[in-house]
């Protein structure tokens, strides 16, 4: 699969039981990029979208579906079928085994049911680790750990069985400040494709090659962060620092406020050439 998503949405509706209004309405959008962030406010339909993906939705939680989605110029159910696909929800702890002993037996348990020899878990199982920050806590017990260090656990586990496309929903929110930094680094050297739904516009302007803008299950806009966050106007979404710093200092870069450190930075150079 290329390192580019290949996504496409075409009038994708979505729609629970018992509910009068559908969580998703009409989407349509095409992925540009290996690195997809997804933000809005609640019941935007965020989290709605990722379980579809998964196939969460409607498999294992029954929904109306219409519309048609494609990965890579495959059907969805297809595109599973043939790839492997990891996704990690907003609740962690719902995510863990509950049968492993040590964070150890934790990240080596899908791999274990792949039928892994010894030398590959243990490989996959280090590797995960140390990208998570969690070799220090291999032997201890998932029991043991504070939200942040089981919100990583979880992302291992998924990161361990080499997945070809991985779903994060909101996935840094336990983590302090430090971890969340550690954890959008990470993400940047991943080698499979993403979608991310986070409230860290920073983060995502930083990370991410196309910001997808949902509100009432609709989608608002797609495009790059600089000119999602230069066009969009609604107090419901927040702005990254780097936007508000430059608009107060009036450094534009290219006709355009800057959304990242990097971009501020080359605003001001600029400014002070001139």
Known sequence: MSNDLQLTISGLNLRYPGCQENALNDLSVASRGSRIGIIGPSHAGKSSLLALLAGIVPQMIPAKVAGAVSLAGQDLTTWRKRHDLAMV?????????????????????????????????????????????????????????SGGQVQRVAIASALAAGPDLLLLDDASSQMDPLGREHF???????????????????????????????????????????????????????????????????????????????????????????
């Open 89 to 145: 929800q907003q609740d962690p702890v719902s995510q863990l085994t509950g049968l492993a002993d040590t964070v150890y037996d934790e990240l080596a348990f899908s791999l274990l049911n792949q039928g892994k020899s010894d030398a590959e878990i243990d490989q996959a199982v280090q590797l995960a680790a140390d990208q998570l920050d969690l070799t220090g806590l291999l032997a201890c017990s998932p029991n043991q750990l």
């Open 184 to 274: 959008f680094s990470w993400l940047k050297k991943l080698p499979c494709p993403l979608l991310i739904v986070s409230g860290e516009v920073d983060d995502l302007a930083e990370l991410c090659d196309q910001i997808w803008v949902m509100k009432d299950g609709r989608l608002v806009m797609a495009a790059a962060p600089q000119q999602v966050f230069n066009a969009l106007n609604d107090p419901a979404f927040d702005k990254p620092v780097a936007w508000k710093m430059a608009r107060k200092l009036g450094l534009e870069l290219g006709g355009r406020w800057p959304v990242t450190a990097n971009e501020l930075k080359k605003a001001a150079i600029n400014a002070n050439r001139n």
